[in-house]
C-alpha cells in the first residue's frame, strides 16, 4: 500500500481577526487624534478713551433697552415707527446727529434691525454713546 503525501498547504489568508484589528485601529487612532481648534486673529478691541460733547440741539437719541422697548426723545415707539420719527426730526434739521443708547444685553440681531430703521431713514451721521466711567 502506497501512501500519497498530501501536504496542500494553500495559500490562503486567515481573515477571521482581521475586522478585530480594524475596530482595534479605528479605536485607537479616534482616541490618540488630536484637532486644534481654530484659534482666530488676535484683535485688540476698541475702548473709549474719552468722549466729545455734541450741544443738544444737533443729538436726538435713540434708547433701547435689554428687552426691545425703544424710545426718541422720551416718546415710546415700535420698532417699524423708528424710521418716520427721524425721517420727521431729519427733515427739520438735517445736520442732525443720532446718538443710539443701547444696552449692553441687547440682543445683536435687534441692534441690526435698529440700524436698518435708521438706514432706512437716511441718518447715516449715528454716534453710538458709551459710558467712559465703566471703562
Not at 446718538?99 to 441690526?112: C, F, H, K, M
Request: hydrophobic share 45%; charged share 25%; glycine share 6%.
Amino acid at each position: 500500500m502506497k501512501f500519497k503525501r498530501s501536504m496542500d498547504s494553500g495559500s490562503q489568508i486567515p481573515t477571521g481577526s482581521m475586522g478585530d484589528i480594524v475596530f482595534l485601529l479605528l479605536i485607537f487612532f479616534m482616541a490618540t487624534t488630536i484637532f486644534k481648534l481654530e484659534e482666530g486673529l488676535t484683535v485688540t478691541l476698541p475702548r473709549a478713551e474719552f468722549g466729545v460733547r455734541v450741544p443738544r440741539e444737533k443729538v436726538t437719541h435713540v434708547w433701547v433697552d435689554a428687552r426691545g422697548d425703544i424710545t426718541i426723545d422720551d416718546r415710546y415707539l415700535t420698532l417699524e415707527s423708528v424710521e418716520a420719527v427721524l425721517v420727521q426730526k431729519m427733515r427739520e434739521n438735517p445736520q442732525l446727529m443720532v446718538g443710539l443708547n443701547l444696552d449692553a444685553n441687547l440682543p445683536y440681531d435687534l441692534v441690526d434691525k435698529v440700524l436698518m430703521q435708521l438706514r432706512k431713514a437716511n441718518a447715516i451721521n449715528v454716534s453710538f454713546t458709551n459710558d467712559v466711567e465703566a471703562i
